[in-house]
């Protein structure tokens, strides 16, 4: 039986998503192989795990500026050197693992795994084939430390493969597959059945707000824009999740009761019906996170872009933005004019809704999987 572990790191959920969908598609769809998920910052060295992510969650909620900062750094000069030093200084406890579990093929959706185990193959210390899976639209010379060791490396999209390529990349390595998104997205779902169970109708649009964030990062401008769109568009029916952050939560549940909005506006905290309500909506508003993006482009939604941190969904940003697939409501944007720009140019919108079919790439995670277990 093939053995595969799959490596993530908790800074942020994209990573582990995309593993697990990884994982839940081998599953479902493989027999003769063995899959095991680990959080391989928190194997390597727990206070350490704990330190950096609590410090990114901290940075990305209160200095953004300063993690984009780092974000940029990190390509380059010192930051790139201490990180790929430090990371070999941790491999040598991760050899423990791999020694233990004699892994065939090791996938990695973070680069400090991908960057532990290259360095680890480099030293003759494991054999097994290595691959990557970048989980944003823009590539950060991070994920590329010991790419000669690293069997497979898969992109977004063919721009970013074309990145690769010209940092000297061999074309056999690099596959522009998407990003992995879980089976769901591409299940027929019964709308009628998911649009009773809000009480809205079919006539009138359903436009799908992910409010929360995982950091809860621009809370204000956050509700502006929400009760911009519950004052002003009558005709929109609106589904608002807030996760976990019950701050936000409440403020979303202020704003429907004050224009008196229940029937038309619901707001849920954590859920694990996305796929059921990305399959009846028209729109998504989000932060540009690279699963959460993947996801939309997946059921054919035009995004609008909301508080992305400085850095990588800055960039995934931009890049949306260029294809035709997303407008962006910057902190200078006026949000009543963009939004009714938008929405009284239907037209555009269904521009944007059919770039999303150029970009998207539905059966990401299932041509992955047929690439390394052919």
Known sequence: MKKVLIFYASYGGGHLSAAKSIQEFILNNYNNIDTELIDCMKYVNKPVEKLTTAAYREMA?????????????????????????????MAIKLLKLLREKKPDLIISTHPFSSQMCSYLKRKGKITAKIATIMTDFSPH??????????????????????????????????????????????????????????????????LLFFGGGEYGLGKNRTLEIFECL?????DLQIITIAGKNEKIKKGFEDIVHKYNKDNSVKVLGFTNKVPELMSISSLVITKPGGLTTSESLACNLPIIVINPIPGQEEENAEFLVEKNIAIWLKKDTNIE?????????????????????????????????EILLK
């Not at 522009?176 to 299940?187: D, H, K, M, Q, V």
């Not at 519950?230 to 009558?234: A, L, Q, R, T």
């Open 337 to 369: 004019v963009a939004l009714k720009d938008l929405f009284e140019n239907p037209d555009r919108l269904n521009e944007m809704k059919e770039n999303t079919k150029i970009l998207s790439k539905k059966y990401s995670t299932k041509n992955i999987c």
């Open 61 to 89: 909620k209160r200095a953004p500026w300063a993690w984009g900062k780092i974000y940029s750094n990190s390509q380059s000069g010192p930051l790139a050197h201490i990180s790929t030093r430090s990371n070999k200084i």
């Open 141 to 206: 010379d991070q994920w590329l430390v010991g790419s000669d060791y690293t069997d497979y490396f898969f992109v977004a999209h063919d721009k970013m493969k074309n990145y690769l390529l010209s940092k000297n990349i061999d074309s056999s390595k690099v596959f522009a597959t998407g990003i992995p998104i879980s089976n769901r997205f591409l299940e027929k779902h019964d709308n009628q059945k998911t649009l009773n169970e809000f009480g809205f109708t079919n006539k009138n649009p359903v």
């Open 230 to 234: 519950v004052k002003n568009f009558n």
